[in-house]
């Protein structure tokens, strides 16, 4: 009983009061990776693509799949705002994606936390309110005059931390349960597969949520 996985993260070390988790470990690798990533692609591979623009590969091809994504449906749901909207959310994804992925190499995903999952949903709650204020300034007020709308933007942070971390950790805890009864081979065919699927999914959802909430705020 003790090896079967819990919905409190591993606590690794404690400086005194203040513990620090396996998710925590996680976050801090997908971060570290996520800018060096960042920065070889813009110093080292960005100015190779502009000199030979015949040039493809397949990392070329997926960034510009990715941007152009991401690009498209920012300008459609978010209009003169998506210069803002679409880095932020193109970043929340990869960090999604690429958490979801640290799973494949033996770390607990930071989505499976529930307070990693709060401090994205929050990210969004901020991101409508500020758009909102600036689009309609003190219109904006009038927003909030009946109680539903209050209820509804409060609980806004809730539902998209809950409906990530109650995706993500049901597939953390699925491959926990294929690992221990089923034989090896299955689970080193189905971790990628599924991994990889599961992560593309997530974040593609999360920013398409959080891209309508927006959108709503703006209108």
Same mark, same amino acid.
């Given at each position: 009983?003790?090896?079967?996985? !819990? ?6 070390? !404690? ?154 950790? !049901? ?31 997530? !974040? ?16």
């Amino acid at each position: 009983m003790d090896d079967l996985p !819990s919905i409190a993260p591993k606590v690794l070390y !404690s400086i005194g009061d203040f513990d620090i988790t396996v998710t925590m470990f996680s976050s801090l690798i997908v971060t570290v990776a996520l800018v060096i990533f960042a920065v070889v692609v813009r110093v080292v591979c960005i100015p190779r693509w502009n000199k030979d623009f015949r040039h493809t590969s397949v990392l070329r091809a997926f960034m510009e799949w990715a941007v152009g994504m991401f690009s498209t449906d920012s300008e459609e749901l978010t209009g003169k705002y998506s210069r803002a909207v679409g880095p932020l959310y193109f970043g929340g994804a990869a960090f999604i994606m690429f958490g979801v992925l640290a799973e494949l190499f033996g770390l607990r995903s930071p989505m499976s936390d529930l307070n990693c999952d709060l401090v994205l949903g929050a990210t969004t709650f901020i991101a409508i309110q500020v758009l909102g204020i600036i689009k309609h300034r003190a219109k904006r007020l009038k927003h909030f005059a009946p109680v539903i709308p209050i209820v509804t933007d409060c609980v806004v942070p809730f539902s998209m931390a809950l409906r990530l971390f109650g995706s993500v950790f !049901s597939g953390y805890l699925i491959m926990e349960i294929v690992y221990g009864v089923c034989p090896a081979v299955l689970p080193a065919v189905m971790e990628p597969l599924f991994t990889l699927f599961h992560a593309l999914i997530q !974040s593609y959802v999360f920013m398409f949520l959080s891209m309508n909430f927006i959108n709503e705020a703006i209108e």
